[in-house]
């Protein structure tokens, strides 16, 4: 564990046992010389097994992550594992301890902020401690987030594709992982911004990702936490730190592949009140309309007509009304065909 100038960490990982501590990294405030910013931090660890990281709060309105690892890190003791937990509920603390995806310090997107930099803004140091301290230790990584305020869509495991990942080996065993978790689907994306992920920090060390995307809207339901805490603990199970409480090859049965299509994400062509046309899961063909786009200032104006670039299922939109040019509005989904990487 390196202790420097930009941020200490107040428990060792080499330890055995549980122990609770905190990531330190210097933030000073007009109101608070001096001072530091506190992470908590939980680790467990017990026997040889492999190493898990279990991250949440990277974005701060996103809450089913941070409610489960807290769960997590209080009920489980050393002796019921063999291997390492390494959990941080809320990563992203100023974003969580103001509801924002952003930080309200730096204004940066931490999971667009991979590898970080130790002499950067506060986001980026935190980055950076998660790089250098954590990942390089890390045999499998799992990101807890959810929709956030702007975002709804269908439970689901959220990983990148077989081009980004350094082995058929790697790749078959992340969609494995992702479907033993039990959300109702795994999608494979490929994000334009994918640079600066913690995902692809992971992808790159040859390690497997998997990011749970479980709730929408900025909120949580009984149904979307109990899901993420069954979740993990079936992700556990997979990985070989506990015993499967439950027939891991019937639940990951149930969970169906997709991949966003190549044209599936629809994009805002202007301001305006957003009208969707189609409801999550509905399958459309490509040219369906599946919004409408209504002039706020022109009340006589036709609204703008966006339809199906694909044929595809609904998956994932965008929740607030209110929209911009250029904002994320849908996205579909096709199933995905992968039994050339053995899946
Ligand atoms: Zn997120």
Do not use: W
Not at 19 to 47: K, Y
Not at 74 to 102: A, K, M, T
Not at 238 to 253: G, M, R, S, T, Y
């Amino acid at each position: 564990m390196s202790n420097n100038s930009n941020f200490r960490c107040t428990i060792s990982f080499d330890a055995e046992g549980k122990h609770c501590g905190h990531i330190m990294i210097p933030n000073q405030r007009d109101d608070a010389a001096l001072s530091f910013l506190m992470i908590p931090i939980v680790s467990i660890r017990n026997g040889n097994g492999p190493v898990v990281f279990l991250n949440a709060g990277s974005h701060g309105d996103e809450f089913e992550g941070q409610i489960a690892l807290r769960d997590l890190a209080r009920n489980l003791n050393h002796s019921d594992i063999d291997g390492q937990l390494i959990i941080i509920p809320s990563l992203n603390l100023p974003s969580v301890e103001v509801s924002r995806r952003r930080s309200p310090i730096d204004s940066k997107d931490l999971n667009r902020s991979f590898p970080g930099t130790e002499n950067g803004t506060i986001t980026e140091k935190i980055a950076s401690f998660v790089s250098k301290e954590i990942v390089t230790r890390a045999d499998v990584v799992i990101d807890l987030h959810a929709g956030g305020s702007s975002v709804e869509a269908c439970p689901h495991i959220m990983i990148h594709g077989r081009e980004f990942m350094q082995s058929d080996a790697i790749f078959s065993t992340t969609v494995a992982a992702a479907k033993a978790f039990g959300l109702d689907y795994t999608f494979i994306v490929d994000f334009p911004d994918r640079d600066g992920m913690l995902d692809t920090e992971v992808e790159k060390a040859g390690k497997p990702f998997l990011c749970v995307e479980a709730g929408s809207g900025g909120q949580t339901s009984a149904e979307t936490v109990l899901r993420t805490k069954q979740g993990v603990q079936n992700l556990l199970a997979f990985f070989k730190l506990v015993n499967a409480q439950d027939d891991l090859d019937a639940i990951a049965n149930r969970c169906a592949v997709k991949q966003i299509c190549d044209d599936g994400f629809h994009i805002a062509p202007a301001d305006g009140f957003l009208e969707h046309m189609v409801e999550h899961g509905d399958s459309v063909q490509k040219g369906d309309v599946i919004g409408r786009i209504h002039d706020i200032h022109h009340v006589l104006r036709e609204p703008i007509v966006i339809k199906a670039q694909c044929a595809g299922q609904l998956v994932v939109r965008r929740m607030p009304t209110l929209t911009r040019s250029g904002d994320f509005i849908a996205g579909l989904a096709e199933p995905f065909v992968g039994a050339d990487h053995g899946i």
